[in-house]
Nanobody, 122 residues
Framework: QVQLVESGGGLVQAGGSLRLSCAVS????????MGWSRQAPGKQRELVAT???????NYADSVKGRSTISRDSAKDTVYLQMNSLEPEDTAVYYC????????????????WGQGTQVTVSS
């Protein structure tokens, strides 16, 4: 069974930094694109950053210049380094990955983690 497990969330003061991690476990053939999204209370989920299997990245305007997404293919892990955090960054952060796995060897599926809370105090 494929699982994504996030870590690294927490409480930080405005201007601080956090590094989120998301590790993929289970039997898989290949991980395609990976990404991070977030959802603040009362708001829709927002795509924050994505990274392809070739390490091409894309960012939402709200985090561009303050965040860096990266991945370690050897560890099947994606990271989100967030700097200059603002109270508006407070949200539950979810990682996702498009994965080809034995459960369906002909079609990759999107998998999501359970989320990790990030709270930025002013």
């Amino acid at each position: 069974q494929v699982q994504l497990v996030e870590s690294g969330g927490g409480l930080v003061q405005a201007g601080g930094s956090l590094r989120l991690s998301c590790a993929v476990s289970g039997s898989i053939f290949r991980i395609n694109a990976m990404g991070w999204s977030r959802q603040a209370p009362g708001k829709q989920r927002e795509l924050v950053a994505t990274i392809t299997s070739r390490h091409m990245t894309n960012y939402a305007d709200s985090v561009k210049g303050r965040s860096t997404i990266s991945r370690d293919s050897a560890k099947d892990t994606v990271y989100l380094q967030m700097n200059s955090l603002e109270p508006e960054d407070t949200a539950v952060y979810y990682c996702n990955a498009n994965i080809l796995a034995p459960i369906d060897p002909f079609r990759p599926r999107d998998y999501w983690g359970q989320g990790t809370q990030v709270t930025v105090s002013s």
